[in-house]
RNA sequence: GCGAGGGUGGCGGAACUGGCAGACGCGCCAGACUUAGGAUCUGGUGGGCAACCAUGGGGGUUCGAUUCCCCCCUCUCGCACCA
């Protein structure tokens, strides 16, 4: 009789279902057990998930199951990060409004994760697009005004041309738009920011605090962060009012400074720069300007530098040294002001070479004496101080905080901690966005909409261009409103916020998601919070994980929770990659465009390229949708939890496809042609009859096979190294011989296999868990524990080698003495011929394990 | 330049605190069952005829090193004039 084939379609499509129905993954709102909130980067509602999705959403959905299994209160929410610029972008292109594109995705894309079986309570899914959420926005947002933490303020800032709008330091990567890669143009706008400086400091130190996350990603926000400890000072421009201050790291080296540098775009530039040299510095300024564009990131430029006319004096010392505009020196760090000392700054040290600038060392190298005329480069290390008056004889160490205090005396200066990071530019220039709730009246100034009067809803009639200006300036309706304040005309706010805001709090409304006095209700943030496992990619690093939780931080302070971090553990998953293939003539080539190693249009070789992250530009994408049409959503979940371990890059590959569906395959073949066995079969009892040869090894291999998966997954995340135990425990099933003599041992290990293997096949899991005579679906049942009875074994293998080379082996009973295993090793025909003749000078034993002899 | 993480069979990857290197899967080879099989099952598969040699290369510590220490090569990622 022919067995039955496994059907992923059928098996798939009716556990769906049946999930649905019965209400499987609803959090148990005061359910038993601890809680535990899982949680993945919720997507952007492109149009389709893609499989960087379908890898970081199958791994959520492993922990999650398997934690549901472990009797653990589980949150598994998701939802649609779904603002931003595609959608106005498909809208300009084919005429959808923005708001029908999104929802058509959203439905689409969460068809898909149906289809995939994820574990979601979606009665708990949110939108950003949505008023009922975006509301929130803007209370938080007006609660951020009233506490000063955010705040409009002209500025220098970065414009992507492609985007046509503003972007955040974050959201610029060397020098380009960190979505579309255009080169990033500086311009000089009134714009809304929220001040995370104000957080610097305690977002720094709680990167010391979060042993669940990668240090890599904490590396790159106190990187970001950019905390240093100096002092400032303040120089009094000789003849003028104007005084100069400075950060510097290197207090000690006050004295040694023979010059001022400012920065080009430095406001007292121009205002200190003497009537005959004014044309220059404003030439040389000007120059700067256009050459700052693609500047950052293109490493370090040649130093120039304009002198201004105007001298400083050294609060000091009293020396006057003259003023500089050096191009090295950036705006945006600091005060755009540096005094300059050259024997012990590389980039002071090039900067006066070039213009003959004098160099004065004031640090000596222990054992040396350094000579500024014949110096190479600035001596940057420790060292004793000289020609520092007082100071001198000092380590510079003890001069920082000597002369620190001394600028403090002579109230020119005082001890400062500097960071590198900026406050959060926040103003968009696009429609598809939550409109900033503030509107601008002619007599009373900037007005906050009162909170009773939001949402500020985003209008949908609306001509959507592409030209750059904000689109809804021109939404008359929208534009005009009436002052809050005084009732007369007045005009509304028409950027909208960075979409990244929505995404900085998303995981806090989940908690509850209908709450409607406040944007999430505190006792419930409080059940659930913080986030025990968050997942995502490393692509965030300093964007949406430092966002969020600054977040966190500002609505605590806010009193609308008590935590301080949002996600307590993180796991950055890699990309997913594919091989490329190219062609000379027409470039990247998808994989039906090659035949027989050949572009099908011209004939010519179609290259193997790189593995590369798979994009659609490169044609290396797999469709998720076919892949589960072909193959089903458990043969794909499985092979991407099974390629490679989730935080390292997962090579995709067709032929790994093939083999776990085969795996599934061997599985389901395992049970159906076993079906009269396993029905006939009793369940194990433990204490039952003795167990002895194979059927002992298959229920000794079962018992380890479940304490490997189950430390796989909750200590390690090695989810490839799970299955491939269970791999191993399959194998060991099809050679099991006595599975007719005790089908107990046989049907226990058959309800393991399929116990464990659920979290990452759930489908055909449920299916072979019916089968087997289970009333209750495995989604219910408890996770298996091993028996440590099963797990002693009571003998020991003992490896034995000779001069560190593996020369023979040995079974002893575990708790042999070392007496005992010596005489048994000795005793051994192999180790007696590599030992024959020879004298033993030193036994090792390690207990249980290995036996090495040295001998000679 | 600075910082972090990698380099293990033909390929993806195992080896948790030093203890049988290459689990598991792919690919490949052979056999069985078949009209047939790209299905399935079984066996084999790092190199070398062997002694032996093999975890990027070279040193070291150790009875024993993929694992610890030092030097070097290489790849990936992040930062990059941050005063």
Same mark, same amino acid.
């Given at each position: 009789m022919a067995t039955e084939r496994y059907d992923h379609n059928a098996i798939e499509g009716r556990w769906q279902e049946t999930w649905e129905r019965d209400g499987a993954f609803r959090t148990k709102k005061d359910g038993a057990g601890d809680k535990y909130y899982v949680l993945e980067m919720f997507p952007y509602p492109s149009g389709k998930i893609h499989m960087g999705h379908v890898r970081n959403y199958s791994i959520g959905d492993v922990v999650a199951r398997f934690l549901m299994m472990r009797g653990r209160n589980v949150l598994h929410p998701m939802g649609w990060d779904s603002f931003g610029l595609p959608a106005e972008n498909a809208a300009i292109q084919h005429g959808t409004h923005p708001s029908v594109w999104t929802r058509e995705n959203i439905a689409n894309m969460k068809t898909q994760l149906g289809r995939m079986g994820f574990s979601y309570d979606w009665p708990r899914e949110v939108a950003t697009y949505k008023p009922d959420y975006y509301r929130w926005n803007q209370w938080i947002f007006l609660k951020l005004l009233e506490k000063g933490l955010a705040y409009k303020r002209r500025s220098h800032v970065n414009w992507c041309p492609g985007c046509a709008t503003v972007l955040a330091n974050e959201q610029v990567e060397d020098g380009q738009c960190w979505r579309c890669s255009s080169a990033v143009e500086e311009k000089e706008l009134e714009q809304w920011f929220l001040r995370i400086t104000a957080y610097a400091g305690e977002l720094l130190d709680f990167t010391y605090k979060l042993p669940g996350w990668p240090e890599r990603v904490l590396i790159m926000q106190r990187n970001w962060i950019g905390k240093s400890a100096g002092a400032e000072a303040v120089f009094k421009v000789a003849d003028s009012s104007a005084e100069i201050r400075i950060f510097t790291t290197r207090p000690d080296t006050l004295h040694g400074m023979t010059f001022m540098s400012l920065a080009a775009a430095h406001p007292l530039t121009s205002k200190i720069t003497t009537a005959e040299r004014r044309a220059e510095v404003e030439a040389f300024a000007a120059r700067v300007k256009a050459e700052?564009?693609? %500047?950052? %990131?293109? +490493?370090e430029i040649k130093k120039e530098g304009v002198f201004t006319g105007a001298y400083c004096v050294n609060p000091l010392t009293g020396d006057k040294v003259p003023v500089y505009a050096a191009n090295?020196?950036?705006? %945006?760090? %600091?005060? +755009?002001?540096v005094m300059a000392v050259p024997a012990h700054d590389q980039r002071d040290f090039e900067f006066a070479k070039v213009y003959g600038l004098p160099v004065k060392v004031v640090i000596n190298p222990p054992d040396a004496t350094l000579d500024p005329a014949s110096m190479q480069e600035a001596y940057v290390e420790d060292g004793v101080m000289v020609n520092s008056g007082r100071f001198n004889g000092m380590k510079n160490t003890e001069a920082m905080t000597a002369i620190t205090a001394a600028l403090a005396e002579a109230g020119a200066g005082r001890e400062t901690v500097n960071y590198k990071l900026r406050d959060w530019g926040i103003s968009r220039q696009r429609y598809w966005g939550c409109p900033i709730p503030v509107v601008y009246c002619g007599t009373c100034g900037t007005v906050p909409v009162p909170y009773e009067e939001l949402p500020v809803v985003l209008p949908e009639d609306i001509k959507l261009t592409g030209k750059g200006a904000s689109p809804l300036a021109e939404a008359e309706g929208f534009v005009n409103a009436k002052c809050p304040k005084c009732g007369k005309a007045a005009r509304r706010e028409t950027d909208t916020m960075d979409t990244f805001v929505d995404s900085s709090w998303y995981f806090l409304r989940y908690c509850s998601p209908k709450a409607e006095t406040l944007p999430f209700d505190r006792s419930d943030a409080e059940r659930w919070m913080p986030v025990d496992q968050y997942i995502g990619g490393i692509e965030h690093a300093v964007l949406h994980l430092l966002y969020a939780r600054f977040f966190t931080k500002a609505l605590r302070d806010l009193g609308l929770h008590g935590f301080d971090e949002p996600f307590k553990n993180l796991l950055t998953q890699g990309m997913v990659c594919k091989e490329t293939r190219k062609c000379h003539a027409h470039g990247f080539l998808y994989p039906e465009e090659v035949r027989d190693g050949k572009c099908v249009q011209c004939g010519t070789e179609a290259k193997a390229g790189p593995v590369e992250k798979m994009s659609k530009s490169k044609k290396n994408v797999v469709d998720p949708d076919v892949l589960i049409d072909e193959y089903g959503a458990d043969t794909t979940r499985l092979f991407s939890l099974f390629a490679a371990p989730p935080e390292k890059d997962l090579d995709w590959s067709e032929d790994g496809v093939e083999g776990a569906y085969r795996f599934i395959g061997r599985v389901w073949r395992l049970v159906l042609e076993n079906m009269d066995t396993l029905n006939a079969a009793e369940p194990y009892a433990v204490g039952g009859a003795t167990l002895e040869g194979s059927a002992l090894d298959v229920h000794r291999a079962t018992h380890r096979t479940i304490k490997k998966v189950t430390q796989d997954i909750e200590e390690r995340f090695h989810f490839n190294t799970a299955i491939s135990a269970i791999m191993e425990l399959v194998n060991a099933l099809y050679q099991f011989n006595e599975k007719d003599a005790r089908p107990d041992v046989f049907k226990e290990a058959v309800e393991a296999v399929v116990l464990l293997l659920s979290p990452f096949a759930p489908h055909v899991s449920e299916e072979l868990w019916q089968r087997l005579g289970n009333a209750e679906p495995v989604y219910k049942t408890a996770w298996p524990r091993p028996d440590p009875d099963a797990l002693v074994a009571d003998e020991a293998t003992i490896v034995i080698q000779i001069n560190g080379k593996v020369r023979s082996k040995v079974t002893v009973p575990v708790d042999a003495a070392e007496e005992f295993v010596k005489d048994a090793v000795i005793k051994d025909e192999k180790t007696a011929e590599w030992t024959k003749g020879k004298t033993l000078r030193k036994f090792v034993y390690v207990p249980g394990k290995i036996v090495n002899m040295v001998v000679g």
């Open positions: 700052a564009k693609p %500047g950052r %990131g293109a +490493g090295f020196v950036l705006m %945006g760090y %600091g005060t +755009g002001a």
